[in-house]
């Protein structure tokens, strides 16, 4: 037989698990490439070598140029490339999952597509962030008001912890500049939460826009899982940024968003919540980086092998 041509796919076990990856890298006015199995970034300093199979999100950046090699190895390994505008603050595009399972997706699917699981999910969701609260008995209109007043006062108490001037959330998405420093950070850490939680989402193999609590979005299950953490990581570390004075916000920001999600184990954290709305209490957390094998629904419960002739077992 012909030798296949191009450079042998890694070998599943030759991969990090989606919790156990670096988060993310942002990339900018450079030339990406591969060299083995690891991605280089190249612009007039030098060049730098990336491990793929260790990376959650590469976030390309304006003036980015990738070549079909590395994208080759981003999909096989599993690692989400998202394409972002300038300072990393807007979404155009992402990549492939890493997971060879759909039973998460068909979770979630069920899940979102019947009204009282979709609101049970929904309850749990908030409940994860007021601890100690029952929120079992509240509805929807009741669980955002109480949310919103929540948000406001962490924004409250991080102006008055870092000595931050703060009105509102104000911000331009077509003018990332004319906000002021303090929205212009919370712009660049809610957009790297989201492309870190984006990483995780598809890399289990879920659906980005099947959300529970928002919908109508191509993302809204990523602002779904990134909401549960939004006030813990990105704004806290948004007015740090804003209260330092620096020059570049968005770039600073980042970097410090990265620190934070290293330090705080965040892919493990959100992996281990996705299980948690997704699956009965009582079935394990699997690893879903099973071998490729395509399976047909028989009518029922049962299923049957894929890439096979049945042919046989019916009379015409």
């Known amino acids: 037989m ?4 191009g450079v042998r796919p890694p070998d599943l076990s030759e991969l990090t698990r ?4 670096m988060t993310f890298l942002y990339l900018e006015r450079c030339v990406i490439h591969r060299e083995s199995n690891a991605i280089t970034a ?3 300093r030098g060049t730098i070598h990336i491990p793929a199979a260790s990376l959650g999100a590469l976030l390309l950046g304006p003036g980015t140029n990738v070549s079909h090699a590395a994208m080759t190895l981003l999909a096989e390994s599993g690692s989400t490339a998202v394409w972002v505008g300038e300072r990393g603050v807007r ?3 992402h990549g492939r999952s890493l997971a060879r399972s759909s039973r998460l997706l068909q979770a979630q699917a069920e899940l979102v597509t019947n009204r009282s699981s979709r609101l049970r999910v929904a309850r749990e969701m908030y409940a994860m962030r ?4 029952d929120t079992s008995g509240l509805t929807m209109q009741q669980l955002r008001g109480r949310e919103g007043a929540r948000v406001r006062r962490t924004y409250r108490e991080q102006a008055a912890l870092h000595g931050v001037a703060w009105d509102k959330r104000r911000y331009d998405p077509d003018d990332f500049s004319s906000g002021d420093p303090i929205n212009q950070a919370l712009s660049a850490a809610t957009t790297s939460m989201y492309g870190v939680v984006h990483a995780v989402v598809v890399a289990l193999g879920c659906s980005p826009g099947l959300g529970f609590v928002h919908t109508g979005h191509v993302r809204s299950f990523v602002f779904d899982v990134a909401d549960l953490y939004k006030a813990e990581y990105a704004i806290p570390c948004a ?13 600073e920001t980042r970097r410090a968003m990265r620190d934070r999600f290293r330090d705080g184990r965040i892919l ?3 992996s281990r919540d ?4 997704l699956l009965p209490a009582d079935e394990p957390e699997a690893d879903d980086l099973g071998p490729d094998v395509v399976r047909l629904w028989d009518g029922g419960s049962r299923t049957v092998a894929g890439g096979t002739s049945w042919d046989g077992e019916v009379d015409w």
């Open 18 to 21: 989606a919790q156990d990856r």
């Open 130 to 133: 007021f601890p100690g609260e």
């Open 42 to 44: 190249t612009d007039e």
């Open 274 to 277: 996705i299980h948690h709305l």
């Open 91 to 93: 979404y155009y595009a």
């Open 268 to 270: 493990e954290r959100c």
């Open 2 to 5: 012909a030798k296949i041509p």
């Open 239 to 251: 007015f740090e940024i804003a209260a330092a004075g620096y020059a570049d916000v968005a770039a």
